[in-house]
């Protein structure tokens, strides 16, 4: 597990997301690695949220890591879905990426896509 890769990737992210968020707003981050250098990153929101980052057993695949998370997009079988690029889930307090392993995912470049990617599906929620 390449953790300095994920790390580097979740705090640009939060750095990039901090200042446009609410005051005393904390962010929690649980990362899934898959076995093939991918990851499920849920990130929960909340004011009594620590900036804590958690990491998990690795998975055999980005579909058996999303299965030890709790959420509604995907059901079923998850380790029979193949996931590439960068896929996002939001539901209520929580932003989940599922990222395959390409360095390109993971980059600072990406981690400012995934914010303006949040501040688009923001703005046509407000519409």
């Known amino acids: 597990m390449d953790k300095r890769k994920y790390q580097s990737y979740i705090n640009n992210f939060r750095r990039r997301l901090a200042p446009l968020m609410k005051p005393g707003l904390g962010m929690q981050c649980n990362v ?69 392993a390409n360095p390109k995912e993971w980059s600072d470049e990406a981690a400012v896509k995934d914010v303006s990617g949040l501040l688009r599906n923001s703005e046509r929620a407000a519409r």
């Open 32 to 100: 899934y690695p898959s076995s093939d250098g991918g990851a499920v990153l849920e990130f929960e929101i909340g004011p009594a949220t620590e900036n804590d980052d958690n990491y998990h057993e690795e998975s055999k695949s980005l579909g058996a890591a999303l299965s030890n998370i709790d959420q509604r997009a995907f059901g079923g079988n998850l380790e029979g879905f193949s996931f590439g690029g960068t896929n996002t889930i939001l539901e209520n307090n929580r932003i989940i990426y599922i990222k395959e």
